[in-house]
């Protein structure tokens, strides 16, 4: 019986969460930049859901941390806001303008 008490008590002590606390950037830090150079490009074309499904079940340690993972490498792979284009980058042309009247000769 003692010996029991003593299983549950070691299973229920090394079952905590080691993401706990630490940002979505961090938890990609440690856990998968030793394969993955950048976050992004990782979440392109993945359902929310189906990619926190995945991540809770090969690389996250908890459903939180798994959801918080998914949704910054979702962050990450947003096209840049309109107008924040690279410096020295041309400006995006307008639309066409008409032509000017022709005047009589």
């Not at 706990?20 to 990782?42: V, W, Y």
């Not at 979440?43 to 809770?56: I, N, P, Y």
């Not at 840049?80 to 005047?103: D, E, I, T, Y």
């Given at each position: ?35 993955h150079r950048s ?42 806001p309109r ?23």
């Amino acid at each position: 019986m003692i010996l029991a008490a003593a299983v549950l008590t070691v299973t229920a002590a090394a079952a905590q969460n080691l993401d706990a606390g630490k940002s979505p950037a961090k938890i990609f830090a440690e856990g998968c930049a030793t394969c993955h150079r950048s976050p992004r490009g990782l979440a392109k074309g993945r359902f929310s859901l189906t990619l926190s499904w995945f991540l809770r079940d090969h690389y996250a340690t908890s459903s939180d941390s798994a959801k918080a993972l998914a949704a910054y490498l979702e962050s990450v792979d947003e096209p840049p806001p309109r107008g924040s284009g690279k410096p020295g980058a041309k400006a995006p042309r307008s639309a066409p303008r008409p032509p000017k009247p022709v005047h009589g000769q």
